[in-house]
């Protein structure tokens, strides 16, 4: 406890230090802009800087319910709204009990609002001021997402974080086309909380919304959109229209540019964001929340994220190969099996391989993120960004 009063004296930012909305600041760095907080939903507190596995259609690939719960302690996980509201359907998972009911998780969600996969997805999608008219990548059949109706849907779903329908352009636009794609989102934006607002005036669901910056990669339309949208009051704020093709470098100095605009005393969230190694970096310049797709994706692709690097678990070195993946890992797959049985398991094909693999890569985004938020509680955060700075990727 002293150690954390002590990192509290450096901020020399008492006002910071409270409880506002539903985030509770409880450190950060005064060298970076690294921070430790709660964030306090309906359905349990979240420790930031967290990172949120992706359970796209109300499943993390290749993990149960209990896995995450009781073996990985996951406090939060990410849903999306696109998908679920193709299959099942949002007004079938509300007739059932939300979201939370449907797939038997009782601790906190969050839902993207579906901008991202209309806008890369959707075989054909026309973008209006009212909203967007798509196709789906299921059936081809024609549906529309306008800023009322993606609250609706995840009012339905009943999620803890709900996001607002926003333009994700492509990479590379021109700052013409990324001007009145922002300016469209700020609309959106507004609607969506008026809308939000008009049905739920006291907030007695339980539910925030969250609206997101964009501005693709143009660091002047970043602090205008982050700017406009403070009018808004949210409880928290996401950085989208990352990951998009651009150079790692570019999507760290849009967060560095957007940052400083948004509310300290609110969660600040980078979409679909990243590697192993970039984690840090994004939680030094002032990011809370973290989401991607990466460790169950890679897992089952056959990359596995370990302490000392990437291993492709596919070559030939790993068939006699009986040490655990990561000897400093604790996670059910690093103490039970060997590199040469999960090789195997790769090779055959079997679907074990996916459960074992994602366990791991999980366990090891999660494990990173324990390490950073110590490190920022201790007030070690500098020393700790050096070092893993330092320390080169190696893939085996």
């Known amino acids: 406890?002293?150690?954390?009063?002590?990192?509290?004296?450096?901020?020399?930012r008492p006002a910071y230090l409270v409880k506002v909305a539903q985030f509770e600041l409880v450190a950060q760095c005064p060298i970076?802009?690294?921070?430790?907080?709660?964030?306090?939903t309906a359905h349990g507190t979240v420790e930031t800087p967290v990172f949120m596995p992706v359970g796209t259609q109300a499943t993390v690939k290749g993990l149960t319910q209990r896995d995450l719960a009781?073996?990985?302690?996951?406090?939060?996980?990410?849903?999306?709204?696109?998908?679920?509201?193709?299959?099942?359907?949002?007004?079938?998972?509300?007739?059932?009990?939300?979201?939370?009911?449907?797939?038997?998780w009782p601790r906190a969600i969050l839902t993207d609002s579906g901008g991202y996969q209309v806008f890369s997805l959707s075989h054909l999608r026309k973008i209006t001021d009212d909203g967007v008219v798509f196709q789906s990548h299921l059936d081809g059949d024609t549906h529309v997402f306008t800023p009322e109706s993606v609250v609706d849907v995840q009012r339905a779903?009943?999620?803890?974080?709900?996001?607002?329908?926003?333009?994700?352009?492509?990479y590379p636009v021109s700052h013409a086309y990324a001007r009145v794609s922002m300016e469209r989102t700020l609309r959106w934006a507004r609607t969506a909380f008026t809308h939000n607002r008009g049905i739920s005036a006291d907030g007695a669901n339980g539910q925030s919304l969250y609206p997101i910056v964009q501005g693709s990669m143009f660091a002047d339309l970043r602090r205008t959109c982050a700017e406009e949208l403070l009018a808004l009051d949210a409880d928290g704020y996401a950085i989208g229209g990352l990951s998009v093709g651009e150079p790692r470098p570019l999507s760290l100095e849009m967060v560095e540019a957007t940052e400083p605009v948004l509310p300290p005393n609110r969660p600040r969230y980078a979409m679909g964001v990243g590697m192993p190694e970039e984690l840090p970096e994004?939680?030094?310049?002032?990011?809370?929340?973290?989401?991607c797709v990466l460790p169950s994706r890679n897992a089952r692709n056959?990359?596995?994220?370990?302490?000392?690097?990437?291993?492709?678990?596919?070559?030939?070195?790993?068939?006699?190969?009986?040490?655990?993946?990561?000897?400093?890992?604790?996670?059910?797959?690093?103490?039970?099996?060997?590199?040469?049985?999960?090789?195997?398991?790769?090779?055959a094909g079997e679907i074990?391989?996916?459960?074992?693999?994602?366990?791991?890569?999980?366990?090891?985004?999660?494990?990173?993120?324990?390490?950073?938020?110590?490190?920022?509680?201790?007030?070690?955060?500098?020393?700790?960004?050096?070092?893993?700075?330092?320390?080169?990727?190696?893939?085996?």
Not at 78 to 104: D, K, Q, V, W
Not at 157 to 170: F, R, T
Not at 282 to 291: E, I, K, L, P, S
Not at 302 to 327: N, P
């Open 352 to 396: 074990v391989y996916a459960v074992l693999a994602t366990h791991h890569n999980l366990r090891r985004y999660l494990d990173i993120m324990g390490e950073i938020r110590q490190a920022i509680i201790l007030g070690r955060f500098p020393e700790y960004l050096k070092a893993v700075r330092a320390d080169p990727i190696e893939v085996e």
């Open 157 to 170: 779903l009943g999620s803890d974080i709900m996001m607002v329908l926003d333009e994700c352009p492509e």
């Open 70 to 104: 009781q073996e990985l302690d996951v406090k939060v996980l990410l849903a999306n709204t696109y998908h679920l509201f193709l299959r099942p359907g949002h007004e079938l998972i509300g007739r059932l009990g939300g979201l939370h009911r449907f797939m038997s």
């Open 32 to 40: 970076t802009r690294a921070r430790a907080g709660l964030l306090h």
């Open 282 to 291: 994004y939680v030094a310049r002032g990011v809370d929340m973290m989401d």
């Open 1 to 12: 406890m002293a150690a954390i009063s002590a990192c509290l004296q450096w901020t020399h």
């Open 302 to 347: 056959g990359c596995l994220f370990t302490s000392l690097g990437r291993i492709i678990i596919k070559r030939a070195r790993y068939k006699e190969d009986d040490r655990a993946l990561d000897e400093r890992c604790g996670c059910y797959t690093c103490r039970n099996h060997s590199r040469a049985y999960l090789r195997h398991l790769y090779q």
